[in-house]
Every structure is written in C-alpha cells, then in structure tokens.
C-alpha cells in the first residue's frame, strides 16, 4: 500500500494499488472456475476448454498490467534528468 507521503507526491497510486489488489482477486477467481490451469503433480496438461483458454489469456493480460504498475512505480522514484537545476 501506498504511504500518504507517496500518495502526496502521486495520488495516482491509490487507485493502483486498488487494481492490484483486484487484479490479484481476479487471477484466483479464474484459477478457481477454471481448475484446468492449476498445474498437475505429472505435469500434464488437462484438455483445455474454450473457456480455460480465454481465462489463461485474461490471466497473462492480467500479469502484464500488474508488470506496467510496478514500471510506474520504478519511474516514479527516479527523478527526471531534465531539471534545470
């Protein structure tokens, strides 16, 4: 969760956090109505339905937004090159 110093600076890292915390609900929610994309002990893949296919794609989506907030995050803490000062 974001500081309130952070959320000073960036109030837009409230709502981030917010997304994140869903995005972290929505990848179990899927595994869970879609218990084909839990890994099996032999390693075998079950046959997928059009459905656990469409929920793996959301969940790599998912992942790739959760990578962007963290960037953001990163380039929020370094400070830009362009100050006159």
């Known amino acids: 969760m974001p500081t309130c110093h952070e959320l000073v600076c960036a109030p837009e890292l409230a709502i981030l956090a917010a997304l994140e915390a869903a995005l972290d609900v929505a990848i179990v929610a899927l595994v869970a109505a879609q218990p084909e994309l839990q890994p099996t002990a032999d390693a075998?893949?079950?046959a997928a339905t059009p459905a656990a296919v469409a929920a793996d794609r959301?969940?790599?989506?998912?992942?790739?937004?959760?990578?962007?907030?963290?960037?953001?995050?990163?380039?929020?803490?370094t400070p830009p090159r362009d100050l006159p000062f």
């Open 44 to 46: 075998y893949d079950a």
């Open 58 to 77: 959301v969940i790599v989506c998912v992942q790739a937004l959760a990578a962007a907030i963290a960037a953001y995050r990163v380039a929020l803490q």
